[in-house]
């Protein structure tokens, strides 16, 4: 990885060590239906093996783990993995491991998974480093294997579809008065610079799970910024 890259990691890492204590109460309405939608989509049975990346405190692993064989929660904040694992202790959940990396770096055996989950998550990630995950995610899958990603599925503006998330986005915050003005204008900043957050488009994430091998890849809108895209591994591949 470069310099840049490397520099990157470190400030997500510092993000994310600061916001263990708010995070679980940041939840919207919007982003509890995604997660839902994450673990439908996913399917989940009995045998499965699964990994959750960027698992945060747990708000996918927690209730998809009680539905496989096993799981483990991964995240690039220390803190954020303790926090995981002390809630599925006072929660009981006996078949959750965790494991600390960034998502870039981490290291799985091949064809050693069943099911891969993300929520909210690869939008932090740039494009590249994106497109290199889920091209390790495919390595990391055994044949039939499944990758589920929730993520903000909007693109640069390009599309009507796009002008009108960001419009909606802006109406909503310009309605909660002088703090949502300053969000409005923080998160412009991010969204134009590509600071922190940079969404793509519905389009882009099939071209990427296509690119990577996923076949029978598809996209479910659950709200208007946000969705899921699910992909399978061929069984014919090794």
């Not at 929660?91 to 064809?111: I, S, T």
Request: charged share 25%.
């Amino acid at each position: 990885m470069s310099a840049f890259e490397d520099l990157t990691v470190w400030v997500q890492h510092f993000v994310w060590q600061r916001r263990v204590e708010s995070w679980e109460h940041e939840a919207s309405p919007n982003l509890a239906k995604v997660i839902d939608a994450v673990i439908e989509e996913a399917s989940p049975r009995p045998p499965m093996l699964a990994l959750d990346l960027g698992c945060g405190s747990g708000q996918v692993s927690l209730p998809l783990a009680p539905l496989v064989a096993s799981l483990t929660g991964v995240d690039i904040s220390e803190r954020m993995v303790a926090r995981l694992l002390a809630r599925a202790q006072e929660e009981g959940v006996v078949n959750l491991a965790g494991r600390v990396a960034p998502l870039e770096h981490l290291d799985v055996e091949a064809g050693s998974v069943d099911l891969i989950v993300s929520n909210y998550v690869f939008h932090h990630l740039n494009d590249d480093a994106k497109a290199r995950v889920v091209e390790l995610c495919y390595r990391w899958l055994r044949p039939g294997g499944r990758l589920v990603i929730g993520d903000m599925m909007f693109g640069r503006g390009g599309t009507a579809q796009d002008r009108q998330v960001i419009a909606d986005k802006v109406k909503l915050l310009a309605s909660k008065g002088i703090g949502g003005y300053w969000r409005i204008a923080k998160n412009g900043v991010r969204y134009l610079l590509r600071i922190q957050e940079k969404p793509i488009a519905k389009e882009r994430w099939v071209q990427m799970f296509q690119t990577a091998g996923f076949a029978d890849v598809r996209v479910r809108t659950v709200v208007a910024e946000a969705g899921v895209v699910v992909g399978t591994k061929p069984s014919t591949a090794r």
